[in-house]
């Protein structure tokens, strides 16, 4: 089946996609920051990055980054129907992520071949999405849920099946490395590299320190 056999591929993608282990979720609420910002981040040292599709502004914000930096691998986050997948590819961005497990949204991807990372927060959430071929999953919110106790709980029982977490929602600089170092994890994201208030006041060199700090404390 075409679902379960996209695994292995998709997790290599995701793999060279995240090498840097940071996934920062930029909103924007006006796509003219789409530019500066993206440039902060690669020159920080950072070529991934999610804009969520959480304003109108979020289609002309990754079409913009990626006419204008080809480098830059952008994933579209916060799609939870089924039409935002084809709206995510028309836009250019290069993979999705959900906050939540959505069978709907999950085979939309698939039908599209679109690189997915469905959104989890119980062990059945879980097995749910590595049966329909998901094995790098979002944890969120991470923090609320457990965090670090609850990544190093799922070791035991699947391990086996190799699955990969990024954990978003309370990741900070204070335990940026702790979850790093746990070996499900491929990355980890959040929105506190990159705020509206450093957007709004066009602080984009903070914008290129808050990454550079970051991508120092994973090593």
């Known amino acids: ?32 920051h789409a530019l500066p910002v993206a440039e902060a981040l690669l020159k920080a040292g950072l070529k991934v990055m999610e804009v969520p599709f959480r304003t109108n502004e979020a289609e002309k914000a990754i079409t ?19 039409e935002q997948i084809r709206q995510a590819i028309d836009a250019g961005a290069e993979f999705g ?8 949204v999950g085979r939309a991807a698939l039908d599209h071949d679109f690189p997915f990372i469905p959104g989890v927060m119980t062990p059945s959430e879980i097995e749910l999405s590595y049966e329909m071929g998901y094995s790098v999953l979002k944890l969120f919110p991470a923090g609320q849920v457990g965090g670090i106790s609850f990544l190093n709980a799922m070791k035991g029982p699947y391990a086996q099946l190799n699955l990969k977490f990024i954990p978003m929602g309370g990741v900070n600089p204070g335990n940026i490395r702790e979850y790093t170092g746990l070996k499900n994890v491929i990355a980890v994201g959040g929105s506190w590299l990159v705020t509206e208030k450093l957007m709004s006041e066009k602080n984009y060199e903070q914008i290129y320190q808050h990454v550079k700090e970051a991508l120092e404390l994973i090593g």
Do not use: C, H, W
Not at 70 to 81: R, S
Not at 97 to 104: A, M, Q, R, Y
């Open 1 to 32: 089946m075409k679902n379960l056999q996209m695994d292995n591929n998709k997790e290599i993608y995701f793999q060279e996609v995240l090498k840097s282990k940071l996934l920062p979720a930029i909103t924007f609420a006006d796509a003219s």
């Open 64 to 82: 913009a980054i990626r006419n204008n930096f080809p480098e830059m691998k952008v994933g579209a986050g916060t799609l939870l129907k089924p």
């Open 97 to 104: 992520l959900s906050p939540g497990f959505n069978p709907s």
